[in-house]
DNA sequence: GAGCCTCCATCAAGTGTTTAATTAGCCGGC
DNA sequence: GCCGGCTAATTAAACACTTGATGGAGGCTC
């Protein structure tokens, strides 16, 4: 928090969030335990309260993690004409690659509904995300790249909508990954 | 299980799993705790155990519950023509009604990854929910009320992930409807 | 009274959190 | 140079409470 924190410390605080962070992947938030994730870095379960006074705030740290991580793939790149395709494929190959934040983002998404202090972060970055995707689909259409669209902002809730829901666990990557390729195709890109 | 349950004895059974429901409905599996579950239904904790011996057991029972609750929506009705367009609405109509559904419905979805029960059993209802849209879309293409499609399980898919992913909490349920909705006109619906 | 059902009392194993103490390194003054 | 105090970082050991589960005693109904 504050200004100065030492670079020993800050590595701690990294460590104990990503343990924590892989710690929900496997079991959920249902199987976070402190004293484990103390262990698993190595330091006494008191440490692990030197850095985050509540659970709550280490679930904090993890959520801040996550967000940052999944927020890097979110800003498009490459030339404007395929920024769209790019960040559909983007997206979904980190979900792939890392099933690990899928599963924390779902992890979190559930807990948004009872949590505010969770509900808040996630719910800004799902609108970020929104805005994003609706910037790019306007881009895409005046490019000439996408057919013409009634409703962007319809279009990216439904592009984000099949892209969190072919993430969820029981459907296989492949289904996945089939599902957003179908989509592409009938969206035109 | 055995055939002869008393009248009153199956009643206890679903007033403690539909207790349940509502608590893991609302705090998730996080927060289902077996004495809260028998202070809702007016009952000892003893009792609970005697009906369900373990924990496990009494979530095998919500994850019935709430499977046959969705299984019900499932069933295509209405008139062979616009089955489709009825199976879309109902499911979308289902899950903004009855949140508490579409949030256990997602906590059982994520669970499903760490616990082989639970998977096997939602495993077996997206299957089967895949293979009915299937039918479904062939139908209406055969019917000639949806344009040709060169596959129909890749559409199959994008239709249940759009859906789950449009009944998420953060997604506002206008939000949801507007991408289901959208989904209906990418497809000529 | 037999058998299904319910409760009281209790256990053992965790669970997040705290307290008091220890170590290591740094800094200023003598 | 070195010493005493200061702070950051870490620890062992508990504390206070929760949680799933049990055993045995009694009650209600047919």
Redesign the interface.
């Known amino acids: 928090m504050s200004a100065r924190t030492s670079a020993i410390s800050e590595k701690r605080r990294r460590e104990l969030v990503h343990a924590a962070y892989k710690q929900i992947a496997?079991?959920?938030?249902?199987?976070l335990r402190t004293r484990e994730v103390a262990a698993e870095v190595g330091v006494n379960i008191a440490t692990l309260h030197y850095y985050f006074p509540t659970k709550e705030s280490l679930i904090g740290g993890v959520l801040e993690y996550a967000m940052g991580r999944f927020r890097t793939t979110l800003e498009p790149h490459g030339s404007p004409s395929d920024q769209l395709r790019n960040h559909l494929r983007a997206v979904r190959k980190l979900m792939v690659a890392q099933p690990e934040l899928a599963?924390v983002m779902?992890?979190l998404?559930?807990?948004?509904?009872?949590d505010p202090a969770v509900?808040a972060i996630?719910?800004g970055m799902?609108a970020t995300w929104q805005s994003t995707m609706r910037g790019l689909l306007r881009r895409a259409v005046k490019n000439g790249t996408l057919p013409a669209q009634?409703?962007s902002?319809?279009?990216a809730?439904?592009v984000?909508?099949?892209?969190?829901?072919?993430t969820?666990?029981?459907?296989d990557p492949k289904?996945?990954d089939?599902?957003?390729?179908?989509?592409e195709?009938?969206?035109g890109i």
Chains 1, 2 share one sequence.
């Open positions: 496997e079991g959920g938030f249902e199987g599963a779902g992890e998404t559930l807990r948004s509904s009872r509900r996630v719910d799902f009634q409703d902002g319809a279009v809730g439904l984000i909508a099949a892209i969190m829901g072919s969820l666990p029981q459907v289904r996945g089939q599902a957003i390729r179908q989509l195709r009938l969206l």
